[in-house]
């Protein structure tokens, strides 16, 4: 009979030492998916964090871009105002108005027999020229007085043929800036093209 009573006890003191490492275990169960949780949160508040400073970074060199861009502009318009004072400063532009009789190829200019400028055009830059666009060509510096200004137009003309044609205009450069263009039109009576110097008002 103790037998039997000794082994009930030993029987009941092995499940409650199992229950209590069970407790135990739970619980460091519990204590560990605690921790896991409250790290994931940690993660997530320092990813937050760092993608907050990563953004404000970012506007701050997309801000810095924006201040070297315009510095950049204002030193550039400096320099032209230097190099090429509204007194003596001459600028030669260019035009097309022009379909089926000329397609430019390039631009010479020559003042007072002296070449100044020779452009070469690529086809984007034709085809911008066809659309209404206007390209500065040259910009210098001329003394008060007379001055001869050359423009000899290279490129196809009718029937795809080589063309080369000049214009020739005499400048008056007085005081202050003066602004003229090469104007390329088509001339449909003769079925040719036509080049002309005219001075902005």
């Known amino acids: 009979m103790r037998f039997f009573k000794h082994v009930i006890l030993a029987a009941i003191a092995t499940a409650a030492g199992l229950l209590a490492l069970g407790s135990v275990a739970e619980a460091q169960d519990t204590a560990d998916g605690n921790a896991i949780v409250v790290e994931a949160e940690e993660l997530a508040k320092a990813d937050a964090a760092s993608r907050g400073e990563f953004r404000v970074l970012d506007e701050d060199v997309q801000a810095l871009k924006k201040e070297v861009l315009d510095l950049n502009r204002d030193l ?16 030669f532009f260019i035009s097309m108005d022009v379909g089926e009789y000329f397609k430019l190829d390039s631009v010479s200019l020559k003042i007072d027999g002296k070449e100044v400028a020779n452009y070469l055009y690529t086809e984007r830059e034709v085809d911008a020229l066809l659309r209404g666009g206007v ?67």
């Open 76 to 91: 550039f318009l400096l320099e032209e105002e230097l190099l090429f004072p509204a007194n003596s400063q001459v600028a």
């Open 135 to 201: 390209q500065r060509v040259h910009m210098a510096n001329l003394k008060t007085g007379e001055h001869e200004l050359v423009a000899v137009f290279t490129g196809q003309g009718p029937h795809s043929r080589d063309y080369r044609r000049g214009a020739t205009v005499k400048v008056d450069k007085g005081i202050g800036a003066k602004y003229l263009e090469l104007e390329i039109t088509d001339r449909v009576k003769k079925q040719q093209p036509e080049f002309e110097i005219r001075e902005w008002e």
